[in-house]
């Protein structure tokens, strides 16, 4: 499924760089934007050493200046001619500028989501996938930034909802999001000035441990794993509907809600089904790794087989335990 054409926003450095090289190695050609021209086109001759001078673009581009983006997206696509693939990557955290963080962490989403919607849905092979970054501040409240957590539910709200409308069905356009947990980017760096309490901010970060960066195979792992949901047939489970993958190092205290004790498999109800986290991050010793995930076909039931069960494992929440708690939402099950 490689020989895409992918757009990246907030690609010069962090995530949507990984994103972007993920995207590089398929064999798919990648236009990236970012606000930080110096160190866009930094990153885009890296690239173009590694990947080819005509692979690979940066163009600048403010996403939180509608007619900046918009004229970015139609640029690519007088390029190359179609995307394919449209990842909404930028975004920043900064609690005393909430308004901003709103604009280019939900605002900009919404924008790329419809340039991309309404790209894919007109071009005549037809068809695309639209990646949302969000957070794992998507999924719960996160005290010491609640604007940035408020605009990471806003795009998982944004994604499902989208998800469902069965023009997207009809035109084969998927919409996803990825929630990473904390990875070690600029973003998260001289947080003290940018959040409500930053005592609080230190502790849980250290509770969850950061992602290494960059994530051989790790993040840029899930991306892939996205990305290849294009291929229908890669996916467990037919993927129609909005499914999320909820990435990054959640796995700890499994020990503590698994009700078969050190059983390593566990049965957990779920009200909607298909739903999933996932983590095989394994970089550090305190990991654990979730090897394969099965469903076992019966409505609502998730067999979740733990083939890894290390004795450490204090390191964040529970994929169970989130399962549980989280059991409104529809995820997306596969094995890796
Ligand atoms: N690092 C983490 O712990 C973490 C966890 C969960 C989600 N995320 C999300 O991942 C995404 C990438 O973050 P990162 O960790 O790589 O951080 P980062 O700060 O390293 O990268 C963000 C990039 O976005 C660019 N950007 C910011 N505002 C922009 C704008 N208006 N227009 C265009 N580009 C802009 C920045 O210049 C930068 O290159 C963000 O949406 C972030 O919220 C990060
Ligand atoms: C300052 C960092 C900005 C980047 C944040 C990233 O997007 C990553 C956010 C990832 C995880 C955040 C987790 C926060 C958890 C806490 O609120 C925790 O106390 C929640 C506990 C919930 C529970 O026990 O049910």
């Not at 909430?98 to 092979?125: C, E, F, P, Q, Y």
Request: charged fraction near 20%; charge should be neutral; proline fraction near 4%.
């Amino acid at each position: 499924m490689s020989g895409k054409v992918a757009v990246v926003t907030g690609a010069a450095r962090g995530l949507g760089r990984a994103f972007t090289e993920a995207l590089l190695k398929r064999g798919d050609k990648v236009c990236f934007c970012d606000v930080d021209v110096q160190q866009g086109k930094q990153t885009e001759n890296e690239l173009k050493k590694n990947f080819g001078d005509d692979n690979v673009q940066f163009l600048p581009c403010d996403v939180q200046k509608d007619e900046e983006f918009k004229d970015f997206f139609n640029r690519v696509i007088q390029k190359y001619n179609t995307v394919d693939i449209m990842v909404n990557n930028a975004g920043i955290m900064n609690e005393n500028q909430w308004r901003t963080t709103i604009d280019i962490n939900l605002t900009a989403v919404i924008h790329g989501s419809l340039l991309a919607m309404n790209h894919m849905k007109n071009k005549s092979t037809g068809g695309g996938l639209i990646v949302n970054v969000s957070s794992l501040a998507g999924v719960m409240p996160v005290s010491f930034c609640p604007a940035y957590t408020a605009s990471k539910h806003g795009v998982i709200a944004f994604s499902r909802s989208w998800a469902l409308q069965p023009e997207l069905k009809r035109n084969r356009i998927r919409i996803t999001c990825l929630c990473p947990s904390f990875a070690d980017t600029d973003i998260i760096k001289g947080t003290d000035d940018r959040v409500h309490g930053p005592e609080l901010a230190r502790m849980v970060m250290k509770q969850y441990g950061l992602m290494v960066f960059p994530y051989p195979n790790d993040q840029t792992l899930y991306f892939e794993i996205v990305v290849s949901t294009l291929n229908p047939y890669y996916v467990a489970f037919d993927s129609e509907n909005s499914h999320l993958y909820w990435t990054g190092r959640t796995l700890g205290k499994i020990n503590r809600c698994n009700p078969n004790g050190s059983d390593p498999t566990t049965i957990v109800d779920v009200s909607i089904p298909v739903a999933l986290t996932l983590d095989t991050h394994n970089s550090t010793q305190n990991s654990i790794a979730l090897h394969k995930v099965t469903f076992d076909g019966k409505a609502n039931q998730v067999v979740v087989n733990l083939t890894a069960w290390p004795i450490d494992i204090e390191i964040g929440m529970s994929v169970i335990y989130m399962l549980i708690k989280l059991k409104y939402y529809r995820y997306h099950i596969m094995s890796v």
